[in-house]
């Protein structure tokens, strides 16, 4: 029996993780749960899973939490971050959405439990240094990432220096295929809706600009250690190739499923074994062909800026994670157009340039949250102009 605790229960992944333990209730007791506002939601979890206590972000709705049940409600984001790092917990999910995440996490970390990292932003912001809390306290960092999941399933048992290089995955999202030109009157509603995967608003639209490849490019750059030019990044519409692992030897091992989350969610939890029946069984012969091409960084620049950011290292995947944070949001109110997420994150990025930005500040956490917050600022003053 593990205890779990969910950081953002109500959200895509959350859910999608709820959905696993109610389906295993002999292998996993959900001991605390935190959440943002979804307050109805977040009650109907309680009653179904009984945690011992949860954490709600807003102080409303964790008042909303206490009026209607009588487990214990911590609030806050220092709330979210105490439940994070509870006693007597074997299983820590991370999966809040964007820098919202970092804090948790790394608290559940230093704690040394064994984390499913969903909230891949975490990486992005403070790559250096979560991976180096992680080395100090023992912590084992388990991808949730379908694609970094993959990875990490067909790397299993090889020997590192037989590995070449990794091949990221990507759908493409909803306007692979389309010029510059043809995507400057993207309205929300048409990038929210994803092909082949059903997730949060944020990630819904990092698929479609290309960024949340772009994320994962950073996130793997941490977890396996690949430098950037061993990282690769190829579009699969049918999403059924989640990654794959190219060896010295030029052969490669690619891990496959139909495009449910929970795959990569269960294996974290129950890693190293496997539990049955998580998802729906692949029929290849149904979906008869699987297709793969060059992504379009003349379209789709924000995965060529990931890159990058990589290269330039430092605060720099911290400026563009918060830059994107803040114009994606500018995009979903309305304010900006959707190619004006490229055009303000590549200007945020030009202008921490050219303030001379220091490689190692990124090595402390005051460094990465100062980084943070000023591109915020730069990329939320663009957005107002
Ligand atoms: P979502 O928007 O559906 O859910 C986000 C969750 O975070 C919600 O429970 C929300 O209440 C919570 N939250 C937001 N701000 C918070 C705060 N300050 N404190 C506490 N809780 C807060 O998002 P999602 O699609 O589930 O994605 C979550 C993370 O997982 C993201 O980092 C995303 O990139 C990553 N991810 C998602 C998918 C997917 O299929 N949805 C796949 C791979 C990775
Ligand atoms: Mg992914």
């Known amino acids: 029996m593990k205890n779990i605790v969910i950081l953002g229960s109500t959200g895509s992944i959350g859910r999608s993780t709820l959905d696993v333990v109610a389906a295993n209730r002999e292998s996993f007791r959900v001991k605390a749960l935190a959440a943002g506002s979804n307050h109805e939601l977040l009650i109907e979890q309680i009653r179904e899973f009984s945690p011992e206590v949860v954490a709600v972000y807003s102080p409303e709705a964790a008042e909303a939490v206490r009026r209607n049940s009588d487990v214990e409600v911590l609030e806050g984001s220092g709330g979210v971050t105490e439940v994070a790092a509870l006693e007597g917990v074997d299983f820590v999910l991370s999966a809040i959405v964007g820098a919202a995440g970092l804090l948790p996490t790394l608290s559940a970390i230093r704690q040394g439990r064994t984390i499913g990292l969903a909230n891949k932003e975490t990486l992005v912001v403070a790559g250096e240094l979560v991976m180096e809390e992680a080395r100090k306290s023992g912590s084992v960092i388990l991808p949730v990432d379908s694609e970094h999941s993959a990875v990490f399933q067909c790397l299993e048992g090889r020997a590192p220096e037989s590995v070449r290089r990794v091949i990221l995955t990507a759908s493409g999202g909803p306007f692979s295929g389309r010029n510059p030109g043809e995507l400057e009157d993207i309205r929300p509603e048409d990038a929210l809706k994803h092909p082949s995967w ?129 114009v994606v949001d500018g995009f979903l109110k309305g304010k900006v157009g959707f190619m004006d997420i490229p055009r303000i994150i590549r200007k945020t990025m030009d202008d921490h340039m050219s303030n001379g930005f220091s490689s190692s500040a990124s090595r402390s956490l005051d460094g990465v949250i100062e980084a943070h917050e000023w591109a915020a600022e730069r990329a939320g003053a663009l957005v107002a102009s």
């Open 198 to 326: 059903s997730m949060g608003r944020k990630i819904s639209i990092d698929s479609s600009t290309l960024m949340n490849k772009g994320l994962e490019v950073i996130e793997a750059h941490y977890l396996f250690d690949m430098a950037p030019s061993e990282i690769g990044v190829v579009v699969h519409p049918q999403s059924i190739v989640h990654s794959m692992v190219e060896f010295v030897d030029r052969s490669v091992i690619a891990q496959l499923s139909v495009p449910d989350m929970k795959g990569a969610i269960a294996y974290a939890m129950s890693y190293p074994g496997r539990l049955d029946d998580v998802m729906e069984p692949l029929d290849l012969a149904a979906i008869g062909n699987l297709t793969f091409k060059e992504p379009d960084m003349d379209s789709f620049p924000c995965l060529s800026y990931a890159y990058d950011a990589l290269r330039d290292g430092g605060t720099m995947p911290a400026v563009l994670n918060a830059a994107n944070e803040v």
